[in-house]
């Protein structure tokens, strides 16, 4: 079976300091890993995703993941924080040799960026 | 613009009360699925559907039931509502294939009173 572990509920930073958001996942194979932000009163919208290749991954809004297969992790992160980060994110895992397509979200990390 | 719709987005309901939430998609995708979202828990799989009248069971599909009649259509179903039911529902949609993300409506809170 597939999970996926947000081990911190909340992440406060300054802004303009570096951010992380940590998640660590678990699958039979080669994961297939998303990162996914929540706005207050929104839907999930993709940040970015790895499927193969190169480890470090870039996406939307100034947000890069890396993989890192031997301590099955994929943090999300950001080199200088901005306030109107502040949302709540959620790493999702789907294990590419297993039957639904579905994706597996982790409990999610509410980051709050202090001005 | 392509897009996930969720009508209604609030909901209020008495317990027992039939409901039904419906979700549109308008990416031509066949990859449709139904989450919950609870505090504490993250989001969970209710039902999904690979294609048109081919649907399964998630994670957590006790007292719901959904279909799949149409392509871009995938209405969830309460027959008989409880209040555990309370939540905030997901609808999402994607491409066929294992590395494709997936695509969210904005969500339907619902409370059963």
């Known amino acids: 079976a597939q999970s996926v572990a947000q081990p911190e509920d909340q992440v406060n930073v300054a802004e303009g300091n570096p951010l992380t958001v940590k998640c660590t996942y678990s699958?039979?194979?080669?994961?297939?890993l998303f990162w996914y932000v929540q706005y207050p009163n929104r839907g999930l919208q993709f940040l970015l995703k790895?499927?193969?290749?190169?480890?470090l991954v870039k996406g939307s809004y100034g947000f890069e993941a890396e993989f890192n297969k031997s301590q099955t992790s994929f943090h999300l992160k950001k080199p200088s924080a901005l306030v109107s980060d502040s949302a709540l994110y959620f790493c999702a895992v789907r294990d590419p040799n297993f039957g639904n397509e579905k994706l597996t979200f982790g409990t999610g990390t509410r980051l709050t960026i202090i001005p | 613009e392509a897009q996930v719709t969720q009508n209604p987005r609030y909901l209020i309901t008495v317990t027992g009360k039939k409901l039904t939430v419906t979700c549109s998609q308008n990416m031509n995708h066949e990859y449709m699925s139904w989450y919950r979202q609870d505090p504490g828990l993250g989001l969970r799989q209710i039902y999904y559907s690979m294609n048109v009248e081919v649907t399964d069971k998630g994670d957590v599909p006790e007292g719901y039931k959904v279909s799949r009649k149409e392509k871009r259509n995938f209405p969830l179903i309460l027959e008989s509502p409880s209040p555990n039911q309370t939540s905030l529902y997901f609808c999402?949609?994607?491409?066929?294939?294992?590395?494709?993300?997936?695509?969210f409506g904005q969500g339907t809170r619902l409370t059963v009173v």
């Open positions: 699958v039979s194979g080669n994961p297939y």
């Open positions: 999402a949609s994607g491409s066929r294939g294992r590395n494709t993300e997936a695509f």
């Open positions: 790895y499927i193969t290749g190169d480890n």
